[in-house]
């Protein structure tokens, strides 16, 4: 069975203080691990896909990176508009596009 | 460009009363579609996933059910709600596998159910 687990469940931040993300997953045959961004009472909205141990994707502040175990989203510099809720979720061979989402990391970052 | 829509966005219902959620989506053909719950402070659940016009796929069995009557139409249904239905609903579509490996899910901005 498919296990994602994303860590810590929250995390505060200053503004302008670094920290990563992690989402630790257990699937077999990993075809993409994806992030996505969820702000209190919306949908969550799509930010990166990775497919394979050592690749890196960038969006202004966030940098996700996958290694065979695990995915990190790093934080630079957050500001308080980054305040969200981040999910991690993944995607096997033989499963279509279903994904398995992971519990999530409430991020607040306080001006 | 594509959009999903669902309505309503809250929704409150007594114990055994009936459940309609709609989600359509535009701009797309042929479109996987989802329905996820999410508890509170918890991750997404899928509960019905869609490949074509009356397939449906069903990962957690409950007092729920789903439709799809059209291309781009889902429907999440129950006939008698319990309090356990209480929740975040989801709609999200996707590309099909065979037009693009990998395709992310969109989702709508969700239904906020509370059962009383």
């Known amino acids: ?21 992690n989402c630790s997953y257990t699937v077999s045959g990993l075809r993409g691990l994806f992030w996505y961004r969820q702000d209190p009472g919306k949908g969550p909205e799509f930010l990166f896909t990775l497919y394979s141990a050592g690749e890196e994707k960038e969006k202004e502040r966030l940098k996700a990176t996958l ?9 630079t510099a957050p500001k308080p508009e980054d305040s969200a809720t981040y999910l991690c979720a993944v995607n096997r061979y033989y499963a279509g596009n279903m994904l398995t989402f992971g519990g999530g ?6 001006p | 460009s594509q959009t999903i829509h669902q309505w ?21 053909s042929n479109p996987n579609l989802y329905w996820y719950r999410q508890a509170a402070g918890r991750g997404l659940q899928l509960l019905f996933y869609s490949v074509g016009i009356g397939q449906i796929s069903s990962e957690v069995p409950q007092n729920l059910s789903a439709s799809r009557p059209q291309d781009r139409q889902f429907i999440l249904s129950s006939k008698k709600l319990l309090l356990s ?16 490996l990998n395709s992310p899910l969109h989702f709508g901005n969700g239904t906020r159910l509370t059962v009383t």
């Open chain 2, 85 to 100: 239905d209480s929740g975040f609903y989801l709609c999200a579509w996707s590309r099909p596998h065979y037009q693009e």
């Open chain 1, 1 to 21: 069975e498919d296990q994602v687990t994303q860590s810590p469940e929250a995390l505060r931040l200053q503004e302008g203080e670094s920290s990563s993300l």
């Open chain 1, 67 to 75: 290694t065979k175990k695990e995915s990190f989203l790093h934080i």
């Open chain 1, 105 to 110: 990391t409430r991020l607040m970052v306080k």
């Open chain 2, 8 to 28: 309503p966005a809250t929704l409150v219902q007594p114990v055994g009363s009936p459940l309609s959620l709609e989600c359509t989506v535009e701009g797309t």
